[in-house]
């Protein structure tokens, strides 16, 4: 059965569930950082702060990416690229501009920076799993012909949900990095392993979309992916293995 995109409607404006869900999570991924914002040693008055700047410029972030991903289509139609309801937001975009205000705002509150993005990501993990329902309204972000038990029906077709395969994955990887939060070894930790493990599964689901933005005969996505997966494997490895010899001098000095 195909699901009704619309949930309901307000003096003939239609309210849908792709906003809806994209709201709620949201709202959690605020909760989830004022909540664990004092193991950190900031403010949770602060990130409610933080959170309501960073998260409509990462919005905006999200469908300018797509937008201009997509030029041949929205060129010379205003309405066409402000009209987010009915989809076409890209998470890389939203992702880049996010991190990078929350670098400035870390800046001009004088917190530290790689701390922040600690704390933030397993609640960005939250909200995407939450997110990528409004993919499966929407009837997008799908893949490519299966016969597998969990298949969805698209248009007579019988398909691989892949914005399922990416919302377990990224509930997964919330819980996953809320544990080791709090047994992190050094700061900037947490951000770089949600780099790896997004981008790791990222990469090999969208071999299965159908509807990939692509740069010339590549997907966008993967190549991001590729991107932010090596550089950030690099760092992790550099800055464990500077807090291993930062401990290792902290235990003969003691």
């Given at each position: ?209 159908t509807d990939s933005l692509m740069i ?6 993967q190549l991001v992916s590729c ?28």
């Amino acid at each position: 059965m195909t699901p009704d995109p619309i949930a309901f409607s307000i003096a003939g404006f239609d309210i849908r569930w792709y906003g809806i869900l994209i709201a709620t999570g949201m709202m959690l991924a605020m909760l989830v950082i004022y909540k664990r914002a004092p193991r950190h040693g900031i403010d949770p008055d602060k990130m409610i702060d933080l959170c309501l700047i960073t998260i409509p410029v990462a919005v905006v972030g999200t469908r300018l990416y797509y937008v201009f991903s997509n030029w041949d289509y929205y060129q010379g139609d205003f309405m066409k690229i402000i009209d987010m309801r009915a989809g076409g937001l890209a998470i890389h975009g939203g992702l880049i501009t996010g991190v990078l205000t929350a670098l400035i705002l870390a800046r001009i509150w004088h917190i530290r920076p790689l701390n922040l993005l600690d704390l933030g990501m397993p609640a960005v993990a939250l909200a995407q799993s939450i997110g990528r329902w409004g993919n499966y309204f929407n009837q997008e972000a799908y893949g490519t012909p299966t016969d597998l038990p969990w298949a969805i029906d698209i248009d007579g077709t019988m398909v691989h949900p892949t914005f399922l395969y990416e919302s377990i994955w990224c509930f997964m990887l919330f819980l996953l990095l809320s544990y080791l939060d709090r047994h992190r070894r050094f700061e900037g930790q947490i951000f770089l392993l949600y780099g790896i493990l997004y981008s790791f599964e990222r990469f090999f689901v969208e071999w299965l979309r159908t509807d990939s933005l692509m740069i010339g005969p590549f997907k966008t996505a993967q190549l991001v992916s590729c991107i932010i997966f090596v550089t950030f494997s690099a760092a992790y490895w550099l800055m464990k293995r500077k807090a291993g010899r930062n401990a290792d001098l902290h235990f003969h000095i003691k």
